[in-house]
């Protein structure tokens, strides 16, 4: 499964941005996709996940109520639309894929074989 994000960028805090990450290359889709952010000095964390074949979701408490997650289907892609962001938001956030869904507490780096390159948000 190739992976590719888009949308990072800076932004000051109290605004918005929305991440996208297409998926390719493979033969059966992904059940599981989620975002997961990394910031310099700091273990990877996940953010949100998704299960691609229904409408269940996950959140990190520290974004529930101000980010979600969503998918089109048709197009392969899922999106991570960020509101009121803080600056302990500024991390590198990168898309993520498994082949099987997991429960909320076991969403983890460990768990997923695919990974986009990156993308970088930046919240002054």
């Known amino acids: 499964v190739q992976l590719v994000e888009s949308g990072g960028g800076s932004v000051q805090a109290g605004g918005s941005l929305r991440l996208s990450c297409s998926a390719s290359?493979?033969?059966?889709?992904?059940?599981?996709m989620a975002w997961f952010r990394q910031a310099p000095g700091k273990e990877r964390e996940a953010v949100a996940s998704i299960y691609t074949g229904g409408a269940g979701t996950c959140y990190a408490d520290s974004v529930k109520g101000r980010f979600t997650i969503s998918q089109d289907r048709a197009k392969r892609t899922i999106y991570l639309q960020m509101d009121r962001l803080k600056p302990e938001d500024t991390a590198m956030y990168y898309c993520a894929a498994a082949p099987h869904w997991s429960a909320c507490a076991e969403v983890k780096p460990s768990g997923f074989d695919s990974w986009g390159q990156g993308t970088q948000v930046t919240v002054s």
């Open positions: 290359g493979y033969t059966f889709r992904p059940h599981n």
